[in-house]
């Protein structure tokens, strides 16, 4: 059955070091969000892309974070330099957006998370 | 056991009545997500919480961290509210946990 799968699983790795988070939306899918999930903000929106095109990062640190879709079948995240505050579980989710904007209540199909450990 | 465990897990009501959705968790937990999933499969995030309770239009959401539990309610209930509703904790090792669902029906 179609799912959001997430690569990798979980991810520790040393202050200043790049990271990568991969995302697999749901074929034929078009739109692509962001999360991440830390203990003190709760469940933050990152970015959402449709059509690859990139429609809001502004809750996303530019200076260091920095999402993608190279093709329709993956989406990345990346930060460099990845710092302790970014440890979290980060979500990908992906919707089928038919008419005109983005809402947020619009139905996502989420990903199983990267658990990120920044020492 | 399970780790979270929903109640009831069918639900049938009529519109209007006011409607709770229990759901217990025996594990130390980060945070308590409330998710509804609607029948074509999809999931939207209705709730994240950590204390307390938070309110979005007609649907609320407590939560008590000594009795680890928490409760959906959703008042006036309409026959779009109809979906499955889904417990899930973020454990202390940020591992998500989900309840099996509540299935609410609302008939008109």
């Known amino acids: 059955d179609a799912r959001v799968t997430q690569t990798p699983r979980h991810k520790v790795t040393e202050m200043g070091q790049e990271v990568t988070m991969r995302c697999q939306p749901i074929?034929?899918?078009?739109?692509v969000f962001w999360y991440r999930q830390t203990m003190m903000q709760g469940l933050e929106l990152l970015a959402y892309f449709r059509n690859r095109a990139p429609l809001d990062d502004s809750g996303m640190p530019k200076d260091r974070f920095s999402a993608e879709m190279p093709d329709a079948t993956l989406a990345t995240l990346k930060i460099q330099p990845s710092e302790p505050r970014d440890s979290a579980v980060y979500f990908c989710?992906?919707?089928?957006?038919?008419?005109?904007?983005?809402?947020?209540?619009?139905?996502?199909?989420f990903g199983p998370g990267t658990r990120l450990t920044v020492l | 056991k399970n780790e979270v465990e929903q109640s009831p897990q069918n639900l049938t009501a009529q519109e209007e009545e006011f409607i709770t959705i229990n759901c217990s968790y025996s594990v130390g937990i980060s945070a308590l997500h409330w998710l509804q999933q609607h029948p074509g499969g999809g999931i939207v995030s209705l709730f994240m919480l950590s204390s307390g309770k938070k309110k979005h239009g007609r649907l609320i959401a407590t939560i008590n961290i000594q009795e680890k539990h928490s409760s959906l309610h959703i008042t006036a209930s309409h026959p779009r509210d109809s979906a499955v509703y889904i417990c899930a904790v973020l454990d202390s090792n940020y591992q998500l946990i989900w309840g099996a669902g509540t299935k609410l029906i609302i008939k008109p």
């Open positions: 989710a992906s919707g089928l957006i038919v008419d005109g904007g983005v809402s947020l209540t619009d139905t996502q199909y």
């Open positions: 074929l034929g899918h078009n739109t």
